[in-house]
Nanobody, 124 residues
Framework: QSQLVESGGGLVQFGGSLRLSCAAPGSTLEYYAIGWFRQAPGKEREFVAGISPSSDDVKYGESVKGRFTISRENDKNMAYLEMNNLLPEDTAVYYC?????????????????WGQGTQVTVSS
């Protein structure tokens, strides 16, 4: 069973940057797609970005295109979400997720394994 741990969240000002990390201690991420999702209070969980096992395919949610970059380091069993030009509407709890599939999927129900989430708050 894959247990994921996110880190790197925090409070940042409008236009600032953060880098989120996703680790999988005790298991391996390298064979499967990884997704980043976010959930703001009172809203549905939203797809942010996804990356294929070999990093040859990436997808982004429309609201973050051009500002966020997803990456992974399979030899370190890590995935990352670089977030630039942050906006107040990016405020949410951010989650990484994975499951035993190779293609990037954008629906939360397609992922079985999740981290506990990390809070990102962008002040205006």
């Amino acid at each position: 069973q894959s247990q994921l741990v996110e880190s790197g969240g925090g409070l940042v000002q409008f236009g600032g940057s953060l880098r989120l990390s996703c680790a999988a201690p005790g298991s391996t991420l390298e064979y499967y797609a990884i997704g980043w999702f976010r959930q703001a209070p009172g809203k549905e969980r939203e797809f942010v970005a996804g990356i294929s096992p070999s990093s040859d395919d990436v997808k982004y949610g429309e609201s973050v295109k051009g500002r966020f970059t997803i990456s992974r380091e399979n030899d370190k069993n890590m995935a990352y979400l670089e977030m630039n030009n942050l906006l107040p509407e990016d405020t949410a709890v951010y989650y990484c997720a994975t499951d035993q599939h190779y293609l990037i999927r954008t629906a939360p129900e397609d992922y079985k394994y999740w981290g506990q989430g990390t809070q990102v708050t962008v002040s205006s």
